[in-house]
């Protein structure tokens, strides 16, 4: 498989006026092409940092990260984040305005994406008369307006409810698909990390440091509110809870 | 329309009556108050006046004082530095912000500026500005515009950090943060400052006027107090709050207009 982003002994140290705080301890680990990626953690570990030091919004304080060719970044936050003051297709032109790529062309891909996701009749809406579920999505395609080839995804459904977390997740996870993207997502959530990924890197509490990385095998791939019916993922479920309980035993 | 949604609207409708209605009787009756309690002589009549002798006056202002010239140029000062203070107020908040060493740097000098009662600067505004209208409107800068700066600094600061770091997810230049998010996401706090400002403006206006000027109202109230005519001063004062109440609520409207 092709590798597109390989990390290498990444360190992170933050500075404070009393001490130097460890974030990040020697991570290394490779991302391939086509591939879902998850990292899982306890909170407040460095999950965010690490995203943050890929798409150059932070430094590294050592080690390497190399990026295959020129191969562009998406970054996809936490919050949907859409400006009220703007309708919902300006919106998801922002960033294509932003690094001055709004072309005929380009506006035409972002059409197609809203069409093909069945949002072509909120266009020329405002953000607040959308659902959680359908901002998130429109914050996806804001992200792939700009044809990242690999999307890196915050905690993308932290802040919907449960019931349009699950359908959200299987909807993005389709786009991604469809889209032939390659993803790295952080979140808390177990079981999202486990039905929706091919590998789920655990991190440990700070400094964080690689625990384990487990290459999730299922008896047949399938959305992942399938994958949740998967014989497999009660054992997957389990070994992850340990390694992330551990913390909690130690810490108590 | 159902039953029960007729029933809330008449609620509603009732409690409008019930406000109006008493807003007015407390009018009326302090204005009977205030002339009964003068035509007895229970108040000195000399020095509160009374309605009847206000709206006399004010008659005798409009024919013999050019009334309507003293309301005109306190209006026109007031629109100036209404309008100056807003458009320093936003230009020095944006660089503020943009800036933010400079901000610490100057924060000490602003606290005391602000701390410091603006009406002890007159003389010397009118040494330096010279005995005219430039003065009046320094004096009323000085007492929008801190209000101004900070309300639209606040207004800056307080915008969602997840959209400057989407912002930043597209590595927007500053530029770009500016013009397409920190200033219109503040939209709304800056016209709402607009109500604050009007009124700052007001108070420095009549300030100024106190301490230099030919005309305006608090010409006619400063020029009442010498020559001891205190219906004219009252006179003055009901003018005053009738433009000060009248300006409000334009603004007001304006606000209602441009938020929608």
């Known amino acids: 498989m092709n590798k597109l982003l390989s990390i290498k002994n990444l360190n992170k140290v933050y500075y404070s006026k009393k001490d130097e705080i460890e974030a990040i301890k020697d991570i290394t680990f490779d991302i391939y092409e086509g591939e879902f990626v998850s990292i899982v953690g306890p909170s407040g570990c460095g999950k965010s940092t690490l995203l943050n030091i890929l798409t150059n919004m932070d430094t590294k304080t050592k080690g390497t990260i190399e990026l295959n060719k020129n191969l562009k970044l998406g970054y996809m936050l936490q919050s949907d984040s859409m400006l009220p003051w703007r309708k919902v297709i300006d919106n998801a032109l922002l960033g294509l305005e932003i690094k001055k790529e709004k072309n005929t062309e380009n506006i035409q891909y972002v059409r197609g994406l809203f069409k093909k996701y069945g949002l072509s009749n909120f266009l020329e809406k405002c953000p607040n008369e959308l659902s959680g579920g359908m901002r998130q999505r429109v914050a996806l395609i804001r992200t792939l307006a700009l044809k990242p080839d690999i999307l890196i995804l915050d905690e993308p459904f932290s802040k919907l409810d449960y019931q349009s977390r699950l359908k959200v997740s299987d909807d993005v996870y389709k786009i991604i698909k469809e889209e032939g993207k390659t993803a790295l997502m952080v979140t808390h959530d177990l079981a999202e990390a486990i039905s929706i990924s091919d590998r789920v890197i655990v991190l440990s509490d700070r400094p964080c440091e690689i625990k384990n990385i487990y290459k999730i095998r299922r008896e047949k791939n399938g959305s992942p509110i399938e994958n949740r019916k998967d014989k497999n993922f009660a054992y997957y479920y389990d070994l992850i809870w340990k390694d992330l309980a551990y913390h909690d035993e130690r810490a108590s | ?260």
């Open chain 2, 1 to 260: 329309m159902t039953k029960e949604h007729l029933n809330y609207l008449k609620k509603i409708r009732r409690e409008k009556i019930i406000v109006i209605t008493f807003q007015i009787l407390i009018l009326a009756g302090f204005l009977i108050m205030w002339e009964l309690l003068s035509k007895y002589k229970i108040i000195n009549p000399f020095i509160f006046s009374s309605p009847s002798k206000v709206i006399e006056t004010i008659k005798n202002l409009y024919l013999n004082y050019n009334l309507i010239g003293h309301i005109l140029t306190t209006l026109y000062e007031t629109l100036i530095a209404f309008i100056l203070g807003i458009t320093l107020s936003f230009i020095i908040a944006i660089i503020l912000y943009e800036f933010k060493i400079l901000n610490k740097i100057i924060d000490p000098y602003l606290t005391m500026l602000n701390s410091l009662p603006k009406v002890a600067l007159g003389p010397l505004i009118i040494i330096i500005a010279g005995a005219n209208t430039k003065s009046i409107i320094v004096m009323a800068l000085l007492i929008n515009l801190i209000v101004g700066i900070m309300s639209i600094y606040n207004g800056f600061n307080n915008i969602d950090k997840d959209l400057i770091k989407l912002f930043k997810t597209f590595n927007a230049s500053r530029l770009d943060i500016l013009l397409k998010l920190t200033i219109p996401a503040s939209y709304k706090t800056i016209i709402s400052s607009l109500k604050l400002n009007i009124s700052m403006t007001l108070i420095g206006v009549i300030m100024g006027e106190f301490l230099v000027s030919q005309s305006g109202l608090g010409y006619l109230i400063i020029y009442g107090t010498q020559v001891f005519n205190l219906d004219m001063v009252m006179s003055g004062i009901v003018i005053l709050i009738i433009i000060s109440f009248v300006l409000y609520k334009i603004i007001t409207y304006i606000e209602k207009k441009l938020l929608k």
